[in-house]
């Protein structure tokens, strides 16, 4: 990695650690939108659910407040429905510089949109009393949704590749997958060593979908730096499409081969859908 790599990943690291409040209270507004409920957890073999009450912590919503119990004490309480055999659910959202791309002002960049469906996608997991933990981070996975706002910095710790699952866990990778395929490869591939189902969200940008370029364009990295000059830009779209078709086939397939789900996503659609997806894949065992 350059030096220039390095420090606009910093960068990014930063404004992410700025914005996270902000982005929380949006993903708990896309959390509540998606009505699951107890959805999908009264399968039989799944073990027996019981409610647990603990002290309200800093984050909690006060719709969340049982009243009843708290009036005889000088604490709110929650009541939590906990598992008497919590799984753990690992999140990995992709550093790579170019997660930061948008091609319109009025569009959230690819980066954005994989952190707003991941932290709702937390939210729902430990509402329903799972484990959930971010790829890069040390610390225990959480347990309880008042502990989320005190780990959103677990979001900045990503490695630039998943590089460890806990065993028998189910993880949700969110990223743009253009980078090399092998990476993907491998980390999918000691994924199923280690009895690791999950799901792999593509994340992408509607001009990285749709190709929509014509006539002379310079093309540029993510550092601003001229990678290709076409006088005809509409000339590559059937090769690009192409290309792009071949690369989510291929993904799909290692996913396949791996046990895991894949499915992919365009930022100018909304995320409610793709968060009802991804919490019913990865609640269902993947």
Not at 55 to 66: C, E, F
Request: overall charge neutral.
């Amino acid at each position: 990695m350059t030096a220039a790599g390095t420090s606009g990943q910093l960068r990014a690291a930063a404004q992410l650690t700025e914005g996270l409040p902000s982005l929380l209270l949006a993903a708990r507004h896309l959390a509540d939108t998606v009505q699951l409920g107890d959805h999908g957890r009264r399968r039989a073999g799944q073990g027996d659910a019981f409610w647990q009450f603990r002290t309200a912590q800093p984050g909690d919503p006060a719709h969340r407040v049982d009243w009843r119990r708290s009036a005889r004490s000088d604490q709110a309480f929650i009541r939590d429905r906990e598992w008497q055999a919590a799984q753990t659910v690992m999140i990995w959202v992709d550093p790579a510089a170019s997660m930061g791309f948008s091609s319109e002002r009025n569009l959230p960049s690819k980066g954005a949109r994989a952190q707003l469906i991941s932290l709702a996608a937390a939210l729902l997991f430990l509402r329903a009393g799972e484990r959930v933990g971010f790829v890069g981070d040390a610390r225990p996975p959480m347990l309880g949704e008042g502990r989320l706002p005190s780990r959103l910095d677990g979001l900045t710790m990503a490695p630039a590749m998943p590089d460890y699952f806990p065993r028998r866990a189910r993880a949700l990778i969110l990223t743009d997958g253009l980078a090399d395929p092998e990476t993907y490869l491998g980390a999918l591939e000691q994924a199923a060593q280690a009895r690791v189902k999950g799901a792999f969200l593509q994340v992408l940008d509607p001009a990285e979908e749709h190709f929509p370029y014509t006539g002379r364009t310079l093309f540029m990295d993510m550092l601003d730096s001229p990678r290709y000059e076409t006088q005809e830009a509409a000339d590559l779209r059937d090769a690009y499409q192409a290309r792009l078709k071949a690369r989510k086939t291929l993904l799909s397939g290692a996913c396949a081969q791996a046990g895991w789900v894949y499915h992919a996503h365009v930022t100018h659609d909304a995320p409610a859908a793709v968060l009802m997806w991804l919490y019913r894949a990865l609640e269902g065992g993947a």
